[in-house]
């Protein structure tokens, strides 16, 4: 199975599912299961349990909400409120369109905001570039504020870029790049390192994953998977599979 290739549903309101018709849907769903349980069985199931809640659950509305404003200071905040108090003037006046001055005030109003947002964030932009190029060049952490605060859009590329003492510029950045991340790859040589120690621990490992290869798995019983059910918390998010313990609960004892 592959959870990161599903597609995770929203959580289920499960007060207004009918507990009834939900252990029919899934009961009719695993008649159809073959004895022997594999991967391709159990990933039946999970979607079977998936797919009768949600389809017996209420759809809500989605909410979509407004987008706010990357960058905030005086001048936009004085902007907003313009730019609202210019279109209450044009609604009141019946929205008029072609030459009319309530018209032309609302558009100015929200040029002039439109303006003072796009200098905010290049200013923003322009403080943190000139942020990190001050500080110490030679310093990872340096680096690593660089490669996370730059954001990947039009007109905002790194323009130079320092791994150790070597500088890249331009179509050599990606060079950079690569020479950091391979050398963060590479065993370093360091005579406090104890092989002796690292031998034990890759031993001890190998040990490790042999006994739990081998081990015999002990059978459940099915009053042991009813306590064990019974004993989960509720009211939690679901999983890549969008199972959720309420999807095990809800189940009648036949079920199992």
């Not at 899934?26 to 159990?42: A, M, P, R, S």
């Not at 000139?130 to 952490?141: A, C, G, T, V």
């Not at 104890?194 to 099915?222: A, F, S």
Request: proline share 3%.
């Amino acid at each position: 199975m592959k959870p990161e290739e599903r597609v995770i549903s929203t959580k289920v309101n499960w007060r207004t599912i009918d507990k009834h018709l939900y252990s029919i849907s899934v009961k009719d769903g695993l008649v159809t299961l073959e004895t022997e349980i594999d991967n391709g069985n159990v990933e039946e199931v999970v979607k079977d349990l998936s797919e009768s809640a949600s389809n017996l659950a209420s759809r809500r509305k989605p909410f979509n909400s407004k987008p706010k404003l990357k960058v905030w200071n005086p001048e936009i905040r004085n902007n907003v409120m313009n730019m609202k108090s210019a279109y209450k003037a044009w609604k009141r006046a019946g929205r008029p369109r072609g030459e009319s001055s309530l018209l032309t005030e609302k558009s100015l109003a929200i040029r002039a905001l439109r303006s003072s947002v796009r200098q905010s964030i290049a200013k923003k932009v322009y403080e943190l570039k000139q942020e990190i190029i001050e500080s110490r060049k030679y310093d990872s952490r340096t680096f690593h504020k660089l490669v996370n605060n730059q954001p990947n859009k039009q007109g905002r590329i790194i323009t130079d870029l320092y791994v150790g003492n070597q500088r890249y510029q331009e179509d050599k950045i990606v060079c950079g790049y690569h020479d950091h991340f391979e050398a963060l790859g590479q065993q370093a040589a360091n005579d406090l390192f104890d092989n002796v120690y690292d031998e034990i621990v890759n031993i001890e490992y190998e040990l490790t994953v042999n006994m739990n290869r081998n081990q015999y798995v002990q059978p459940v019983t099915k009053i042991e998977l009813e306590k064990a059910v019974k004993s989960l918390k509720t009211g939690k998010a679901p999983d890549v599979y969008n199972m959720s313990v309420e999807h095990i609960l809800n189940y009648e004892d036949s079920t199992f």
